[in-house]
């Protein structure tokens, strides 16, 4: 019996690094890597503490492997528009939220984007962000992985808004 455990310990790793390698992009690009669960579900977990439910689900949005999921930030950010095309970003908490839905109410801006990446993260086999279908060039988002915001409403953990 003490033989044999070593080599299932080693059948074990050994598959499991041909798995994550087939990909041709180093272990952390891999889509079908075993650690994407857990990491995943611990980045949730950290920023549902500070963030709404809705803007956590973005983080389900698009192709996964472990580098997205690592080199992702911690934050969410507004993207405001303006009306003649400018744009800038701001970090995302509750007041930056109501200023910026003061902001569209006044027509001060066209629209905002509420976003955990304003650019899609490209796994193994992906696009780059700017070649993908969902790409809005004018505005550097890609659509699909962001809530565009007309009458947005967010409930912030722990501030009753």
């Given amino acids: 019996m003490k033989r044999l455990i070593p080599f299932i310990t080693f059948s074990a790793i050994t ?11 180093g272990p952390d690009f891999c889509k079908d890597d075993p650690r ?16 709404p439910a809705e803007l956590v689900a973005l983080l389900d949005r698009g192709s996964m492997c472990v ?14 528009v303006k009306a003649n095309g400018d744009w800038q970003t701001v970090p995302l908490d509750s007041d930056a939220f109501r200023i910026s839905k003061g902001r569209l109410t006044s027509g001060e801006i066209r629209h905002f984007w509420l976003l955990h990446t ?6 193994d086999g992906d696009r780059p962000h700017d070649q993908r279908d969902d790409w809005i060039a ?7 992985l962001a809530i565009r915001c007309g009458d947005c409403m967010l409930a912030f953990p722990g501030d009753g808004s």
């Fill in 36 to 51: 994407i669960a857990e990491l995943l579900a611990e980045k949730k977990a950290r920023l549902a503490k500070e963030f």
């Fill in 118 to 123: 304003s650019r899609a993260f490209a796994c």
């Fill in 138 to 144: 004018a505005e550097e988002v890609n659509s699909d």
């Fill in 67 to 80: 580098a997205r999921i690592k080199q992702s930030p911690d934050i969410f950010t507004i993207k405001e």
């Fill in 15 to 25: 598959a499991s690094t041909q798995a994550m390698a087939a990909c041709g992009s």
